[in-house]
Structures are given as C-alpha cells and as structure tokens.
C-alpha cells in the first residue's frame, strides 16, 4: 500500500508581495499541526503503507522540507515530495507520477485531497474494498449531504445493497443525490488504464492544434468528471459511506470550523494535545490546544476551540473563543478574541476586542456542511471571520480569504500587525505591517 496526498498548489489569480515566499496551504495550522499532518497520521496508521508521496505544484521551499523531515522522524514512515511541472488536475497529477507510485509494488494506493478534515476512516474503506471489489475496482469515501448543498459537490448515486457506484455527477444543477464524494479514494493500479485511456482522447482531439503547450493540456485529467462519469455504472467504481466528520477547507471560517472537528477529535483520540485546567494555569472551557513554548497569564480564559501557537504570549484577562492564533502573536491585557486568526507575529493592545462572524453550518441540520464564503455579495463585505496578517494583495477579489493568509512572513517581523488599545476590529481583513490607529469594521485594510 502506498498513500498519495495531493497539496494542490497556489490558487488562479493570486499575485504576491514582492519579497514574499510561497508556502503550501496544507501547512497551515489547524488544531495545532499543519493541515497536511493530519492526513500523514491517518495514514500511517494504516496497515501495509509504505510510503506517502505528496503531490502539488508548488516550488520546493525550505518550509515544506524542514516539514517532511520531522513529519518522517515522528511517524517513522517515507515521505516525499513530487513537484508537477504543471497543474495537471486530479488525475493528470497521479498519471504522470505513476511509475513513481508503483514503484515497489504497490497492489493498491489510497489518493487524499489536501483541503478537507476528516475522521480519514481509511481502514475501513481497505475492508470494504476487499469485501466488495477485486483489482480492477476503485473505493470513493462518500458522506451524506442535505439537498441543496449536495449540489456543490460531487454526487454520487449508488446500490443501497452492493453500493456500486451506478452514476456519478460533479457539481450537477439539479438534484441527483444526497452522497457526496469527500476527495479520499482506494485505487488499484488498474485506475491507470482508465486515465490513460482519458489521456490518449485528449491527445487525439489536440493532434490537429499547433499548439506549444498542447502536450500539457493533454495531461490535465480531471479525476472526478473524466474518470468517474465513465466508470460510473460498469461495476468498478464503489463508495463506502461515512458518518464521521467531514469538511471542506477553503476559506478562514472553514479553517477555524475544521480546527474545532479536530479539536473534537483530540477529546476522543489524542486527550494529551488538549490543555487541561491546572492550579496556576489559565482557565479551559472545551478544547483547547496550546503549544508548550505559549506564555499564558493564569487569569485568561481560553476556549472552547482555540488554538494556541508557538511562543504566543497571553496576558492577564484575555479571552479567547473560537480562534487559531498563530506563532509569535502577543494578546496583551485584557483583550478579547473572538472568531478570529491572528497572524504571526501581530500584537493587539489592551482592552482591544478583535471578531469576527461565524460562517458555521446550520446546527439544526445534521447533514448541513459549510459554505463557501465569498469576499463580497451584493457589492458588500461579506461579514466573517476576521483576519490579522494576510500576506497577499487581493486580485480580482477572487480570492478566498484563507488563501490570502497562507504565505509566512516575508520579513523579520512576520505578519506585525499592530492593534493599537482599547479599538474595535469587526469582520475585517488586515495585510501584513499594518499598525492600526482607529477601530474598523467590515473593511479590507491594505
């Protein structure tokens, strides 16, 4: 077994600061680790796997290996990186790393997108595989979505007795199915001829162009709606459906809701990340994580779903609820925090009080999953969670806010933003080395 998790790369659009350095979304923290970890752990967990391949376009950057390095020691397992000279999409990405995936031998491989929390019950689809496949037929991990979301994602309509895959829409415009597809699979190598096939059409329907990236255009391979749609209905293509938690990660309010399911998690799985209520320490309401290097004032009160960086300083009567603050971020006295990422570095005054608004699903629904947020609707900013250090400009407006923070700082100070004492910062977005002088709220301040 061998596990493949697609990092993806920077997002269309994207311009950045001059003196900034890409850092792969996937490293971002949630729930005290980077996003990707989480995916390493589960798979590692596995098994037979012998060895976990990262995929995406991004340049290798010292970030990225001083990751892969510790991620190997901790889970003591092979991990490497495969740079795409392209964006290739979902399929082309793993089709044009092949050799390098079956190298070993690999009787079977497991294929993770990087931009979605889960439970990864990846055992169990390996049962479920060999219960119900054989080598030419392919796992997708399905959950259950409500009628109107469902439309935003792949959907998947199967048997309810063999749960063969009988017809696969991705994004359809009308209601086909509650089953969404969740981005994690269990391939065979035999998935290979399948998007080989996909591949040589492409190459035929581009023979005639005198293109000069016609070849690249050839290997762009669509998993979902070139490989799936066909296989959907021939008796290769399986979903094992899941009740644990799932959810995408585009955007800041995303990122803060996968934090708190993975904070959930910590409570069943890991109860030693959490902090726990001591003598002399601060005050713990729900899941907390707070890394071991935080200075945290015993009179602060954090919690629930906060989660506490490197070398972060918490001064007396701060509260925090809802939050990621990330490295080397100062909350001085009495400040408040809520629904917010605090950038590295920034620091916020006293009696400050930064929010944001929640974009969380609706709790009456328990097949409700979160929204994409857009930057703004009907010419307005769309209020949500706020965000202190962005490290891009924002082209186009295109840009989900979570992609916009990802970059590192670019410069000694980090992100540094500055929140002068006793202000108000309400649903705003904050560029780096911004030293506020006033209260805002629903603004970008560039």
């Not at 991620?71 to 740079?83: D, G, H, M, S, V």
């Not at 929204?371 to 307005?380: H, I």
């Amino acid at each position: 077994l061998k596990a493949v998790i697609l990092i993806g790369g920077p997002q269309k659009g994207t311009r950045f600061r001059p003196l900034s350095f890409e850092v792969p979304k996937p490293l971002f923290p949630v729930a005290g680790v980077p996003m990707v970890q989480h995916h390493i752990e589960a798979c590692a967990k596995v098994p037979g796997v012998k060895e976990i391949l990262l995929m995406g376009f991004y340049q290798p950057h010292e970030a990225l290996s001083r990751f892969l390095v510790s991620a190997q020691q901790e889970f003591k397992i092979p991990i490497r990186y495969l740079q795409e000279y392209a964006a290739l999409g979902t399929g082309g990405g793993i089709y044009h790393f092949r050799d390098q995936i079956l190298s070993g031998g690999a009787d079977a491989f497991f294929v993770l997108n990087a931009d979605v929390c889960s439970e990864f019950p990846l055992k169990e689809m390996l049962e479920f595989g060999q219960r119900h496949g054989d080598a030419h037929s392919f796992v997708i991990l399905g959950t259950t979505a409500n009628r109107t979301q469902a439309l935003n994602y792949g959907c998947i309509v199967a048997n309810t007795d063999t749960q063969e895959v009988q017809h696969y829409v991705e994004k359809p415009s009308t209601f086909v199915s509650e089953i969404i597809n969740c981005g994690i699979y269990l391939f065979t190598p035999a998935i290979f001829q399948h998007i080989g096939e996909v591949f040589q059409r492409n190459q035929q329907e581009l023979a005639l162009e005198e293109s000069s990236n016609g070849w690249q255009r050839a290997e762009v391979i669509r998993l979902e709606q070139d490989v799936f749609t066909a296989l959907a209905g021939r008796g290769k293509l399986y979903v094992y459906k899941t009740d644990g938690f799932w959810s995408q990660i585009k955007s800041a309010g995303s990122a803060i809701y996968a934090s708190r399911l993975y904070l959930n998690q910590y409570s069943k799985s890991h109860p030693e990340r959490l902090a726990q209520n001591k003598p002399g320490g601060p005050v713990i309401r729900g899941n907390v994580y707070i890394h071991p290097t935080a200075s945290i004032d015993s009179t602060a009160v954090l919690g629930p779903n906060v989660s506490i960086g490197e070398g972060v300083t918490v001064g007396a009567g701060v509260r925090v609820r809802e939050s990621i603050v990330l490295h080397g971020a100062s909350l001085h006295d009495h400040t408040c925090v809520l629904n917010t990422i605090v950038g590295w570095d920034s620091t916020i005054g006293r009696w400050a009080r930064v929010e944001g608004t929640p974009s969380d699903p609706n709790p009456n629904d328990p097949y409700a999953k979160i929204d994409s947020e857009t930057l703004f609707r009907d010419g307005r900013l769309t209020p949500s969670i706020t965000i202190l250090g962005m490290s891009h400009t924002v082209p186009g407006l295109s840009v989900s806010p979570l992609s916009l923070l990802l970059t590192p700082p670019p410069l000694p100070e980090g992100c540094s933003v500055t929140i002068p004492a006793e202000v108000v910062i309400l649903n705003s977005i904050v560029l780096p080395h911004k030293e506020l002088s006033r209260s805002y709220k629903n603004q970008i301040i560039l």
